[in-house]
């Protein structure tokens, strides 16, 4: 299996950028797909984008497509989901996940492997 971990949320001013981090250990990161969730309170779980175990696809929900890109480091373990021109909406509890099944499923339950999420507030 494989045990997550999310960094690189915080405060942004609407229009400013993150860059999220997802650092995985335990078994090769390699051997998974690869995505990012999102939770606003009182919402579903929303999924964001997705990208396959080699880096050679990539899908992204319509809301986030064109600001928003996902890339990994496998050499690395890591995962990352670079945010830009954010807005309000955008706020949420940002989650990593893992499958070795899917990486453009948005069903939340089609990952077997989830980080602690991490805080995006993005100010009007």
């Known amino acids: 299996q494989v045990h997550l971990v999310e960094s690189g949320g915080g405060l942004v001013e609407a229009g400013g950028s993150l860059r999220l981090s997802c650092a995985a250990s335990?078994?090769?990161?390699?051997?998974?797909?690869m995505v990012w969730f999102r939770q606003a309170p009182g919402k579903e779980r929303e999924f964001v984008a997705g990208?396959?175990?080699?880096?050679?696809?990539?899908y992204y929900a319509d809301s986030v497509k064109g600001r928003f890109t996902i890339t990994r480091d496998n050499a690395k373990n890591t995962g990352y989901l670079q945010m830009n021109s954010l807005k309000p909406e955008d706020t949420a509890v940002y989650y990593c996940?893992?499958?070795?099944?899917?990486?453009?499923?948005?069903?939340?339950?089609?990952?077997?492997?989830w980080g602690q999420g991490t805080q995006v507030t993005v100010s009007s």
């Open positions: 996940a893992a499958s070795d099944m899917y990486y453009n499923t948005k069903i939340s339950t089609g990952y077997n492997y």
């Open positions: 335990g078994r090769t990161f390699s051997s998974y797909h």
């Open positions: 990208i396959s175990r080699t880096s050679g696809n990539t």
